[in-house]
């Protein structure tokens, strides 16, 4: 499996063409070449932010937003994915509307001619469930059995799911995994680095390694110290998860 960052991590960071350079110079200095592009600021081009990422020697293999973002601006999201030379435009979200047996019918066929659009493209379509949709996941996967699934397992913990059970359900479908970890307190959840937290990971590690997902993403868009430090913690928890499980 690589390893790399999700950039949405990064996100208060990314509202100019500045920050994305500063942002990524950091990437790579982590010696992270692998990444998920998500969550840049539109002000910055497909263009400069494709410059950036050759600049600093990293390779997007996805770029990810919110179902209903890419559906009213595909063009972008298409553009942003060819131009950093992504195989997944990833969708997220299943959005209230879509929350009823007509709905996820409804749902299911926009995915699939979005599928039919990205296959002219040279591009896939995969998809990131959130925590409320977890649900909902075995009915569109069964109806939709193309249908490549970007996990996000700390949306999958939190739902109450067993997340090396899912990830050995969906073997071969999996093209990329998310590692995010929180704290639950009195206060409310914080979000740590993958590994610091309450999520149990038992196991999970050594189940995306013999299910041979290819891609695995560290993941904290908050963070109560240096962002960096958070993300170098958490990739280097994944490493040493990786290690064992081998």
């Keep these: 499996m690589k390893t790399g960052i999700q950039v949405s991590s990064l996100k208060p960071l990314l509202t100019d063409a500045a920050g994305v350079d500063a942002v990524f110079e950091k990437i790579a200095q982590l010696g992270v070449t692998t990444v998920q592009h998500q969550w840049i600021d539109r002000g910055v081009s497909p263009e400069t932010v494709a410059a ?7 390779r997007s293999v996805s770029v990810q937003d919110f179902f209903t973002a890419v559906r009213d601006d ?8 060819r131009l950093t030379g992504g195989t997944w435009l990833c969708v997220s ?19 699939t001619k979005m599928q039919q ?21 075995y009915w569109l996967t069964e109806r939709l059995p193309w249908l490549e699934l970007c996990l996000d397992l700390y949306h999958l ?3 109450g799911e067993d997340m090396a059970a899912w990830l050995r359900r969906y073997a071969g479908r999996v093209c990329m995994v998310h590692f995010k970890d929180s704290r639950i307190l009195p206060t409310g959840e914080q979000l740590v680095p993958a590994g610091r937290g309450d999520i149990d990971w ?42 064992e499980a081998v």
């Design 52 to 58: 950036l990422t050759e600049k600093w020697g990293l």
């Design 74 to 81: 595909w063009g972008y999201y298409t553009e942003l994915n």
């Design 93 to 111: 979200r299943i959005q209230a509307e879509y929350r009823t047996p007509e709905g996820l019918e409804r749902y299911a066929l926009e995915l």
């Design 117 to 137: 659009k990205l296959e002219k493209l040279g591009q896939r379509l995969c998809f990131h469930p959130v925590r409320d949709d977890v649900p909902l996941i």
């Design 157 to 159: 913990a939190r739902a």
């Design 202 to 243: 038992t196991g999970v590690v050594r189940a995306c390694v013999e299910t041979k997902v290819p891609y695995g993403f560290v993941e904290q868009e908050r963070w109560d110290r240096d962002p960096w430090d958070c993300l170098g913690e958490a990739l280097d928890w994944l490493h040493r998860e990786m290690e």
